[in-house]
Structures are given as C-alpha cells and as structure tokens.
C-alpha cells in the first residue's frame, strides 16, 4: 500500500493570505486526486493529476504533479472562508476506486 | 456523475448493539467502498464490496465486526457489531464513476 504524507496538518490564516499544501509518497504515483470535504459532506473530487510536471489550474486554486510522479501540491491564491475545509490528497494506484488518502489538511480562513 | 444516499446521517448506540447503515447509489456501480473517519481526520478504507462475491477487507478489519452486504449494483450496507465507543466514528460509503470516487455523506457514529 502506497504510504502518502500530507503536510501542513493544519492551517489557519486570514482571508487574502496565499497558502500550499504537500502531497509526498516514497513511490511513485501513477495518478494523484485532491479532494476537498465540508462538515457533514464526504469528499468531492477537485482534480486528478497524471502527467510528471502537469500542472491544473481551478480557479484560484493551482495543482502541481511534481516531474518524478512522486509528489504533488495545491496552492490557494487570496483564500476566502469559503475555501475552509479538509483537503485531502488521494492515490489509487492502478486502481482509482480503491483509494490511499494523505493524512489530510484542515485549512481555516478567517474573514 | 453518480449520487449516493446513505443513512442514517447520525446515530447514538449504546455500547453491545448493532448499527447498520445503508447506501443506495443512483447507478449501477460494481464496486462500493467503505471507509471510517474520525472528525477532521483522514479516511481509512474498511473494506471493498462487489456484488454477488463477499467483501474484502483491509488489515485490522474483519467480517464478524464489519460484516457488509452487497445485494445489487446500486445498494450495500455495513453493519458495526457489538459496538464499543472506540467504533464512535464517521461511516462513508463510496463508488467509483469512471475515474472519480463520489462519496455517501457519512454517517457519524457515537457509542455511549
């Protein structure tokens, strides 16, 4: 089972302020999702990264698959409390139904 | 797209009892996912439910405490047996639609 480490666990900052969050595995992808979940909601699907060096743009939000397939990131512009939530990074292997979720970020935007 | 319905949303269950928890999809979907969550944490996946064959599980997982059932393409449930507060959790059932997983919106669990 591919092992994914997520960092920051937690972040807290203040509406306009710029954040990343991390994706690392010592293995390689062979695709990356980031989910986003509210309380009370499962996780909803944001993007999924396949490519080495792609990188997707949603809006404010900006996913990067790193060259080697091992590490991702998603970096928030001008956050707004709408964008509270735990993110999640998630890997199926060969295998996107069955998936490995990273230990997740809680992000907190504060007005 | 699929949707998912699952329930109960919540329940509170005395330590001893059981607690099963349905999932209906909107699709025929031949694999359905169970995953447990504790608030603010991540997921970590129970077991895989495919119709017509019984479910595989996960290390630390095991049928007499997590027994699922898988009667068509578009239903399962989970059942927590003999509940303990360790089980006090959130249940999510989930489908794979094409190459994107959609998720059931839980079931949160507390055993008093």
């Known amino acids: 089972t591919q092992l994914l480490e997520q960092s920051p666990q937690f972040l807290s900052i203040q509406e306009g302020e710029n954040l990343t969050v991390y994706c690392n595995s010592s293995?390689?992808?062979?695709?990356l999702q980031w989910y986003r979940q509210e309380p009370g909601e499962g996780p909803v699907l944001l993007v999924t990264?396949?490519?080495?060096?792609e990188v997707k743009k949603l809006k404010r939000l900006t996913f990067q698959f790193g060259d080697a397939r091992k590490d991702s990131s998603l970096h928030i512009t001008a956050a707004q409390p709408g964008d509270t939530g735990l993110y999640l990074c998630?890997?199926?292997?060969?295998?996107?139904?069955?998936?490995?979720f990273g230990q997740g970020t809680i992000l907190t935007v504060h007005p | 797209s699929a949707v998912i319905s699952q329930k109960p949303s919540r329940d509170i269950c005395q330590r001893g009892t059981s607690l099963t928890i349905q999932c209906q999809v909107d699709?025929?979907?031949?694999?359905m996912f169970w995953y447990r969550q504790q608030p603010g944490q991540s997921l970590t996946l129970i077991a895989t439910a495919n119709q017509g064959s019984e479910a595989t599980y996960e290390s630390g997982f095991v049928i007499d405490k997590f027994p699922i059932s898988r009667p068509n393409l578009t239903f399962s449930t989970l059942t927590v047996s003999n509940m303990s507060p360790e089980d006090s959790s959130i249940y999510l059932c989930?489908?794979?639609?094409?190459?994107?997983?959609?998720f059931g919106q839980g079931t949160r669990l507390t055993v008093v």
């Open positions: 699709s025929q979907v031949t694999m």
């Open positions: 989930s489908v794979l639609w094409v190459t994107e997983a959609f």
């Open positions: 990264v396949v490519t080495g060096g």
């Open positions: 293995s390689v992808f062979s695709s």
């Open positions: 998630a890997s199926g292997g060969t295998s996107y139904g069955k998936l490995t």
